[in-house]
């Protein structure tokens, strides 16, 4: 072999590795970019937080007797300590880096159990809880104590004070519950309408039609719908499934069922062609034998054939819940944008994917939050891929 | 009618018992896949009748959108303000595929060549390795390149422009987008002609290395070419796949509102992302146009398909296993 032959060998060897080393950096600088962004929110209150913040004004009646409980020994330099009213308060930097303040501790003694909500009189289950910020208090007879002074101020004005006018307080907010509640049920109804509607199309195309014409063209339909972009899928749900439940149910618009109808459609094809190749693997002999022993043809399917290729359709199940999550342009029309914390199946919200989208289409996009659900959104997804890839490895193994 | 009854109890506890049975079954499974079957119809027809409505319906008085300026048109007005029917989306039409191709131009040669090191050149345990990672590029939701693209390549390529003096808005552009997507059907292309590289067959290769060809020599020239027909399908689907993402393009394009734009640093629009702009309306123009352009989406995806499946017969194959 020449020299010349040689070089031009490695260098088209090299072209190979430097492409091949390409999609392992984009999936590298994928990951730093969602950590890096989205690490510093992730935490639980985001996940159990509502995403609108609530806003109150509490009012208070004549202080009849003040906190008794001492500072307790678990808050730290950064919480200061009113004994006198029994609420701790800290100082903190919300998401677009303007201080507030945060409430880091209320003993149940404390004055402030028996303010009333100025505005609605029946709210029983008014009061102020730790995570609340708190914005603004208001006196009769002096300047108002405002967040934007600090929490040492704000505690100083307390301790000084036996009455106040109003307090301004709000629920933190941003928080991530209504999304992930949403994409838990979507997954939940999704899986519950096109799991079995799947897997008994893959058993009647696999294991109980015969190849006529009318069988060949009902395949080459499904197979038809894998091509389809899934904002095509958007719009069926939108012009068929939205008008469909709003009749049929209490919903009034896009809702969580119209959502779950379209995904199911989606993940039909997906499950079909998995549930059938892992019939497909099950050999003959399993239903010959069954057949032989005098069972019929829906014992031999459910006895003999099912069993041996439910790892296929746990694989198939598992990847569409992948997908469920992550898909972002159908639902963006089949259940709307609107980012809600009080979840019925037949009102709106969204998912955690559509959730991304509204934040990065709002005016300025919040890249942080967004990254923190994509975080979550990543970790999940590659963790079922993983997952699946473990389960393929085994049963594979076992074939062998 | 009780002696109706007994007899069919009596025919259901013969032993003919199972039959029934196998026939309910049947029939409840073929029920299953006539509905599997039947939503890409439902998809056509209802798409087809709100589609075709902003062509016939007056609205009143905003008048019927000419459908040959529809189809040719050089801007997209949109908006109460408008209250328009002068939506044109031609100019997106080109858009669209200028920038579907060009997402194939980038991801095709990297993707072919990572999926030969795959198959043929790197060791096994690397081999594994990279299969794994495209398999995890493939999982990654579209939201999520979007998100990327939006935090990482605007940024670079708002720099970018700096640098060649161009005017960009915030970054978004044909380069973004053709970026983003070549992402995004980087490990479709890859895992598809891995699979066409793989069913290439022994005997060509070892022919050629008989034949005195290095083994590098063989893997470009004589696996490739085998394999170009599988690669071609890769091509297919891959053009499929970014003609017909949404919500990452939609969050890197910019939304023009005319055009065609070709230069890099410009903003652009497709089909996808068109449709996705302006969500609030629940009806009227705005909300059906949707529909039109979701026709207009289809019909350019399948003639995409045509031609390039036509192409491919045209092209031929070396070797079809």
Do not use: C
């Not at chain 1, 609605?120 to 603004?136: C, P, R, T, W």
């Not at chain 1, 999304?179 to 009647?204: D, E, K, V």
């Not at chain 1, 069926?236 to 009034?252: D, I, N, S």
């Not at chain 2, 044109?88 to 030969?116: D, E, K, M, R």
Request: no cysteine; net charge positive; glycine share 8%.
């Amino acid at each position: 072999m020449s020299n010349k032959r040689k070089r031009i060998d490695n260098l088209l060897k090299g072209i190979t590795y430097f492409s091949a080393s390409i999609a392992a950096i984009i999936l590298l600088f994928i990951i730093i970019f969602v950590f890096k962004n989205g690490f510093g929110l992730l935490n639980i209150d985001l996940i159990t937080n509502d995403y609108h913040a609530k806003f109150y004004n509490g009012g208070i009646e004549e202080v009849t007797e003040f906190s008794k409980t001492q500072r307790p020994s678990h808050l730290s330099d950064e919480d200061y300590y009113s004994e006198k009213w029994g609420i701790a308060l800290r100082d903190d930097l919300d998401r677009e880096g303007k201080a507030m303040v945060i409430v880091s501790y209320i003993s149940e003694d404390s004055p402030l159990y028996q303010i009333y909500d100025k505005n609605n009189d029946d709210n029983d289950e008014f009061m102020i809880e730790k995570g609340n910020l708190i914005s603004s208090i208001k006196f009769e007879d002096k300047a108002s104590a405002l967040s934007v002074y600090g929490a040492q101020h704000m505690i100083q004005i307390l301790n000084e004070s036996n009455q106040f006018r109003e307090i301004v307080f709000s629920s933190l907010g941003g928080g991530i519950r209504g999304s992930l509640i949403t994409t838990l049920y979507i997954i939940g109804i999704t899986l519950a309408i096109a799991l079995p509607i799947g897997i008994f199309s893959a058993i009647y195309l696999n294991e109980l039609s015969r190849k006529n014409k009318i069988n060949q063209m009902i395949r080459s339909m499904i197979e038809t719908l894998t091509g389809v972009p899934s904002i095509i899928y958007g719009l069926m749900g939108l012009a068929v499934f939205v008008p469909l439940t709003v009749k049929y149910t209490p919903a009034t618009s896009a809702n969580l069922i119209s959502g779950s109808l379209t995904l199911a459609v989606i993940l039909l094809p997906v499950i079909i062609k998995a549930t059938e190749e892992s019939l497909k693997v099950v050999p003959d002999d399993y239903r010959q034998a069954s057949l032989a022993l005098g069972a019929n043809r829906t014992q031999t399917t459910f006895k003999a054939v099912l069993p041996s290729a439910l790892p296929g359709i746990l694989t198939a199940t598992i990847l569409s819940i992948g997908r469920i999550i992550g898909e972002s342009a159908a639902l963006i029309f089949a259940i709307g944008t609107a980012v809600k914390d009080n979840i019925t199946i037949f009102g709106r919200s969204t998912t955690l994917s559509v959730h991304i989208w509204s934040l990065m289409t709002d005016e300025p996009a919040n890249i942080e939050l967004a990254s923190t659900i994509a975080l979550i959104i990543l970790v999940i997804v590659l963790l079922l891929n993983l997952i699946v890839k473990l389960i393929s490895h085994q049963y594979l193994k076992k074939l062998a | 009618m009780l002696k109706i009854f007994n007899t069919i109890k009596i025919k259901l506890q013969s032993k003919h018992k199972k039959d029934y049975i196998d026939i309910f079954v049947k029939a409840l499974f073929f029920l299953t896949t006539l509905i599997s079957a039947s939503f890409i119809v439902i998809i056509a027809i209802f798409i087809l009748r709100e589609g075709i409505r902003p062509f016939i319906d007056d609205y009143d008085g905003i008048g019927r959108v000419n459908l040959i300026r529809f189809l040719m048109g050089t801007t997209w007005l949109e908006g109460q303000t408008f209250q328009s029917n002068l939506y044109g989306v031609g100019f997106i039409i080109i858009n669209t595929l200028y920038i579907a191709f060009l997402s194939l131009f980038l991801s095709l040669p990297i993707g072919v060549l990572t999926a030969l090191f795959i198959a043929k050149i790197a060791p096994k345990r690397l081999a594994s390795v990279l299969r794994t990672i495209i398999e995890l590029l493939a999982a990654i939701p579209s939201i999520v390149y979007g998100l990327f693209g939006s935090g990482v390549i605007l940024k670079i390529i708002y720099e970018m422009a700096k640098i060649f003096g161009v005017q960009s808005k915030g970054g978004n552009s044909v380069l973004a987008t053709v970026m983003v997507l070549s992402l995004m059907i980087l490990p479709t292309i890859t895992a598809l002609s891995e699979v066409a590289i793989r069913s290439v067959n022994k005997d060509i290769e070892l022919g050629s290395l008989a034949l005195g060809a290095t083994k590098t020599q063989t893997h470009f020239k004589v696996v490739l070419t085998s394999a170009k027909s599988g690669i071609f399908t890769a091509a297919i689907l891959g053009v499929g796949r970014a003609l017909g993402e949404a919500t990452a393009v939609s969050l890197v394009a910019g939304n023009a509102r005319s055009g065609p734009t070709f230069a890099f640093f410009e903003t652009t629009a497709t089909l996808t992302s068109t449709m996705l702009q302006g969500l609030k309306e629940t009806i009227g123009i705005d909300y059906d146009i949707r529909f039109s352009v979701g026709i207009v989406l289809i019909v350019v995806i399948l003639i995409t398909n045509l031609t390039l499946n036509f192409v491919k017969k045209k092209i031929g194959n070396v070797y079809v296993k």
